[in-house]
């Protein structure tokens, strides 16, 4: 599996106006777009960052999976996401190795990513993601 770099962090937020203006208003930042991911139940915007980004998270629907991780953690960090090469091999590889996976195959993400969860039993309570991009 080759790694290329983190492609972002996903932050659970109640509301991506309320948050956003820390990261606007105080550090400078713009958020480049905002994108709703039905099937996900979010509202994801994209705050670029390099060769990465911070993508605040924010629940359409109160039994969303963000929603969930917020009545239950609060707002925070919710995953990190490395960008791999390729999604098939790094999954192929992670079952060869006995990882448990939230995604057994790749599904869409936001942003035009193919994305994958590992199951964050394996990762110390970490929830990471592998995406690929192909821009």
Known sequence: MKIKHIDHI???VKGIETAGRFYTDILGLKIADIET???????????????????????????????????????????????????????????????????????NGA???RIAFIHPKETNGVLIELCQRDS
């Open 111 to 113: 942003g035009g990513a």
């Open 10 to 12: 996903g932050v659970a």
């Open 37 to 107: 991911v039905a099937d996900q139940k979010v509202n994801v915007a994209f705050i670029p960052i390099t060769d990465s980004e911070v993508e605040l998270l924010e629940s359409t629907d109160p039994d969303g999976p963000v929603a969930k991780y917020i009545d239950a953690r609060g707002e925070g960090v919710q995953h990190v996401a490395f960008r791999v090469e390729n999604i098939e091999e790094a999954l192929a590889e992670l079952k060869e190795k006995g990882v448990r996976l939230i995604d057994q195959a790749p599904r």
